[in-house]
């Protein structure tokens, strides 16, 4: 099993970054597809980002050219820079790890962002 520990949500003001973390447990961490999803209050749980064990990305709509998904594979460690954060982008975020060769998907706790004035 994998487990996935969060942090760096919080609160900010419009126009205003945060970057988030996501560390895995296990050294497999170069085989698995990560992923960040958020989930707003009476919404479901969407795609925010995702970057493959190649380093190919991609990213959600609403997020594209404000947000950045990365990857230190040396630190078993994905990040989302979240940049002129609009209200809208208020979600728990979610990182999520995918095992395609085992065909297992992993989830994090979640950490709260919320943005407002």
């Known amino acids: 099993q994998v487990q996935l520990v969060e942090s760096g949500g919080g609160l900010v003001q419009p126009g205003g970054s945060l970057r988030l973390s996501c560390t895995a447990s296990?050294?497999?961490?170069?085989?698995?597809?990560m992923g960040w999803y958020r989930q707003a209050p009476g919404k479901q749980r969407d795609l925010v980002a995702r970057?493959?064990?190649?380093?190919?990305?991609n990213y959600a709509d609403s997020v594209k050219g404000r947000f950045t998904i990365s990857r230190d594979n040396a630190k078993n460690t994905v990040y989302l820079q979240m940049n002129s954060l609009k209200p809208e982008d208020t979600a728990v975020y979610y990182c999520?790890?995918?095992?395609?060769?085992?065909?297992?998907?992993?989830w994090g706790q979640g950490t709260q962002v919320t943005v407002s004035s």
């Open positions: 999520n790890a995918l095992f395609a060769l085992a065909s297992s998907n992993y």
């Open positions: 296990r050294s497999i961490f170069s085989m698995l597809t």
């Open positions: 970057i493959t064990t190649g380093g190919t990305t």
